[in-house]
C-alpha cells in the first residue's frame, strides 16, 4: 500500500515537473465518479482542435472539427464526454472520471498554411488532472 502510494506521488511529481509550461493551467484535484470541464481557448484561426493526452500529448482523447462540428473520442473517452461552446473556444466535460484519466491534458490547435502544411498551435485551458480514490490520503 505505502509502496504503491508513494510511486503515484512520483508519477505526479514528474509528470508536474515535465509539464508545467507557460500553457498549462495547473493541477485539478478529482475523485472518482467527478467531472472535469477543460477551457481550450484561442485567439487564431484553426480548422480542429485536438485534446491530447500524456506527457507526449501521444493520444488523442478528443478531437472536434470546425467545419463539420464532428467530434471523435478515444475509446476510454468514449459515452463519457460533451462539448459546449463556439469553435475555437470549446468547453470540453468528462465525465465519470477514474484514476486512469490522471494525466495532463493539452489544448492543441490544428490549421493548414498557405503551403497546405499542417501547422499546430497550442491554446490556453491545459490542465494535468489527478483522480485520487478515497483512500489515497491515509
Ligand atoms: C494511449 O493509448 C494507448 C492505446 O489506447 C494506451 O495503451 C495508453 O495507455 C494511452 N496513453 C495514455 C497516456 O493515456
Ligand atoms: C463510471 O465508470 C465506472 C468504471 O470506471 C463504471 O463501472 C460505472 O458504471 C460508470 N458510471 C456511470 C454512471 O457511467
Known amino acids: 500500500m505505502l509502496k504503491s502510494m508513494s510511486a503515484v506521488w512520483i508519477k505526479i511529481f514528474t509528470i508536474f515537473c515535465l509539464c508545467y509550461t507557460a500553457e498549462m493551467n495547473g493541477v485539478v484535484w478529482k475523485e472518482i465518479g467527478q467531472s472535469i470541464t ?12 485536438s485534446l491530447k493526452k500524456g506527457i507526449n500529448k501521444d493520444n488523442d482523447s ?4 470546425k467545419t463539420t462540428g464532428k467530434i471523435t473520442t478515444s475509446e476510454e473517452m468514449s459515452r463519457r ?8 473556444n470549446i ?12 494525466g495532463p491534458y493539452w489544448c492543441v ?10 501547422q499546430t498551435t497550442d491554446g490556453k485551458g491545459s490542465v494535468l488532472l489527478v483522480v485520487t480514490g478515497k483512500d489515497f490520503f491515509y
Do not use: M
Open 91 to 102: 468547453d470540453i466535460l468528462i465525465k465519470n472520471l477514474s484514476t486512469s484519466d490522471t
Open 81 to 88: 464526454v460533451q462539448t459546449h461552446g463556439i469553435f475555437p
Open 62 to 65: 478528443v478531437v472536434i472539427y
Open 38 to 49: 477543460i477551457q481550450c481557448r484561442i485567439k487564431l484561426d484553426q480548422t480542429h482542435l
Open 109 to 118: 490547435y490544428s490549421h493548414t498554411d498557405e503551403s497546405y502544411k499542417q
